[in-house]
């Protein structure tokens, strides 16, 4: 066994340990894979298998922490023979993951928005045996496959926004995962099965249509480059949630912890930061203040333990290309606008 063999091995033992690694496909992606090949320009064969990013070109692109790109793989959930689009190529490394995953019964396109990175990922894929695998010079955000032809799409940088192309190019029942940033606190693993077409509705309709994604936070916060967006992505993505002064609405909300003795999780205070995010987003959304004179930290976080206290895994995301009526009453359900989506977040 060569030294390069030895530390991925090595890298698998240490994903699975940690229960990165949960399912016996990606582990034999991860154990036949080399990574080293993938980032050799870039590091050390042996740093090549630490579960640490690789930068290709500091804020544009890396190579993801190995950690959280099996999160992703095992969200994803790819079978044998399937279709699968990613967006960031990067290294080539994810795609080459996926290829193993699909097999070459399957087909795996990868789009990078940097030409010559997607022209080095190509050569790359070809010389490691994966000369199937599509590598597209493009726009993610565009779409590249015929609509309703994939069964997964993954993003590999962390988004604000999501165009309607990723869901139209899924196929009924079809898996998305991407790098979801919510405004003022961080970026979570977003997994949702699309659950109808959208039928005919528009930016301005109604209740036509209904969600077209269903989905959850899979797993822990993740922490990507954000999505670089080509000609077809100069629209704004996430509305705007006004002027949120987030240090100053958080030190209200932990104020009034402090006043009731109250020590919160890791966890539950991801789950009131988010819960403090989507309420101010939604009330932006309406056109009302959202600045810290009118923040209503109490009536967060009342609602919040109301609520059950929920975690980030216990918030209900579906995505709309039609936000119904307006409601008067205070969520949830909150409503924010993300891209060509609306989500509707809910417990």
């Known amino acids: 066994m060569s030294s390069e063999e030895l530390h991925r091995q090595r890298l698998v033992q240490y994903l699975k340990a940690v229960g990165y690694v949960r399912s016996r496909p990606v582990e034999e992606a991860f154990s036949r894979v080399p990574r080293h090949f993938f980032v050799q320009e870039y590091t050390s064969p042996a740093a090549a298998y ?62 990078e928005l940097e030409e010559d990175l997607a022209r080095r990922a190509e050569r790359k894929l ?44 899924l196929r009924p029942g079809g898996v998305l995962v991407l790098p979801l940033a919510v405004p003022g606190v961080t970026s979570f693993l977003y997994r949702a099965e699309k659950v109808s077409s959208g039928g005919g509705a528009t930016a301005s309709g109604g209740e036509a249509g209904g969600p077209v994604l269903e ?31 987030w240090g100053e609405a958080w030190r209200r909300l ?22 403090t995010a989507w309420a101010a987003l939604d009330r932006a959304g309406r056109g009302e203040k959202v600045g810290p004179a009118d923040f209503l930290a109490s009536s967060f976080l009342s609602g919040w333990k109301r609520h059950g206290r929920p975690t980030p895994s216990g918030f209900r995301l579906q995505g709309w290309f039609a936000r ?24």
Do not use: N
């Open 126 to 169: 070809a010389q490691a045996g994966y000369d199937w695998v599509r590598v597209i010079a493009g726009d993610g955000l565009r779409p590249h496959v015929p609509p309703g032809s994939l069964d997964r799409l993954v993003v590999t940088a962390a988004v604000e926004f999501c165009p309607r192309a990723w869901v139209d190019q």
């Open 215 to 245: 989905g959850r936070f899979y797993g822990v916060p993740v922490a990507f480059v954000s999505l670089r967006r080509g000609d077809a992505g100069g629209r704004k993505g996430a509305a705007e949630p006004g002027r949120l002064e």
């Open 254 to 275: 932990e104020g009034l912890l402090a006043q009731e003795g109250q020590l919160l999780s890791w966890e539950e205070e991801l789950g009131l930061r988010l819960w």
């Open 50 to 111: 630490l579960d640490e990013v690789v930068p290709l070109r500091p804020g544009i692109s890396t190579s993801s922490q190995p950690s959280v790109m099996a999160l992703m793989l095992e969200a994803l959930g790819v079978q044998p023979g399937e279709r699968v689009l990613e967006v960031g190529t990067a290294s080539g490394y994810g795609a080459a993951l996926l290829a193993e995953l699909v097999g070459k019964e399957g087909e795996v396109w990868t789009v």
């Open 324 to 347: 119904p009526a307006e409601r008067a009453e205070e969520g949830p359900p909150w409503w924010w606008r993300c891209g060509d989506l609306w989500f509707r977040v809910d417990v």
